[in-house]
């Protein structure tokens, strides 16, 4: 097992302690798993609290700051956050305006993110929770029932974050939060399989010149596979997946990421074949972002997620953030 960690069973603490040193506007307990904006709670905002396995990263941690999540939990690699995380890191950012809880639709995730609503709000909490399902590739997977929650978990925190940002109220900060999710879509495609600390091996079987498409942030199977394809053809198929199911009526949010081991050079080069699609479909693109954003460990691959925007959600995708993984503005 060629991998950079001292043990399996430590891997997400030492990450989490490697966070804490490096990034001193957060607020890192790596015992009970919370990670927290410094500042917090924030006067007269409300909190974003969001969350899910490791080995996503920069997700969710990676989005904690001022302009995005007010707190992130998270769980042991590839598996639910536990409503506890969730209870402690609400009750740490609540300033008394609520707290949204952005909740990617996986069934473990949903089902804590639940328990912990329920036991927040007894003990007094007011909590909206936001599921996130623009994957349109499948519509059950091995993890969920209905759409998977992917790339769009990046919009929801950034737009919703820019609305608590100036002061919206909860309800207004989860109806924009729902509408980011409404107008988003996402195809992930692999490359290789992806390798867990617990397993040492591949977690599936991709042969040699063969690609999965449609593939989940966890390997959870995809469409189809074929043999491989070039960028252009990659994008053909992803982007024509996505625009057949969102039908975009105006601009878009293009973002292009990598599931973990997929190296700029060809990231870019994919991104340029995505623009080209767009063009030839007549979709404006009104922002790009290309990199690793929502990741699956070591696995090479890409995905796209588009998100029609109009002016108010292009503001306040443009509004400052400072966070370890996305910052412009400030």
Not at 81 to 99: H, I, K, L, T
Not at 222 to 230: N, Q, S, Y
Not at 252 to 260: P, Q, R, T
Request: one cysteine or more.
């Amino acid at each position: 097992m060629r991998m950079l960690i001292n043990v399996p069973e430590t891997v997400v603490a030492d990450a989490l302690r490697g966070m804490a040193a490096s990034h001193p506007g957060l607020t890192v307990d790596v015992e009970n798993r919370v990670v927290v904006r410094r500042d917090a709670p924030v006067a007269g905002q409300v909190a974003l609290v969001s969350g899910g396995g490791s080995g996503h990263e920069p997700l969710h941690a990676g989005f904690v700051g001022p302009g995005m999540l007010s707190a992130a939990c998270p769980g042991e690699v590839f598996t639910s956050p536990v409503p506890d995380q969730m209870v402690r890191a609400a009750a740490a950012v609540d300033s008394g305006e609520g707290v949204l809880f952005v909740v990617k639709n996986y069934t473990g995730d949903v089902l804590n993110f639940e328990m912990a609503a329920e036991l927040a709000e007894e003990e007094g909490l007011r909590v909206e929770r936001v599921l996130v399902d623009d994957d349109v590739a499948v519509t059950d997977s091995l993890y969920t029932a209905g759409r998977r929650g992917t790339g769009a978990t990046l919009f929801v925190e950034k737009i919703a974050g820019a609305a608590a940002d100036e002061g919206a109220p909860l309800d207004r900060v989860a109806a924009i939060a729902r509408r980011v999710n409404e107008s988003s879509r996402s195809f992930g495609v692999a490359l290789s399989s992806v390798t867990t600390p617990a397993k040492g091996s591949p977690t599936f079987d991709l042969p040699a010149g063969e690609l999965e498409l449609g593939i989940g942030i966890h390997g959870e199977p995809g469409r189809e596979r074929r043999a491989m394809m070039t960028s252009g053809e990659i994008a053909d198929f992803a982007v024509n997946a996505v625009l057949d199911d969102l039908r975009p009526g105006g601009p878009v949010l293009a973002l292009v990421n990598g599931m973990g081991a997929t190296p700029l050079l060809e990231l870019y080069g994919f991104g340029g074949e995505v623009h080209r699609v767009l063009r030839e479909r007549g979709v404006v693109v009104a922002r790009s972002l290309v990199g690793n954003y929502v990741t699956s460990l070591d696995m090479a691959g890409c995905s796209v997620t588009l998100c029609q925007v109009d002016e108010e959600l292009l503001r306040l995708w443009d509004a400052p953030v400072e966070t370890p993984a996305l910052r412009w503005g400030r």
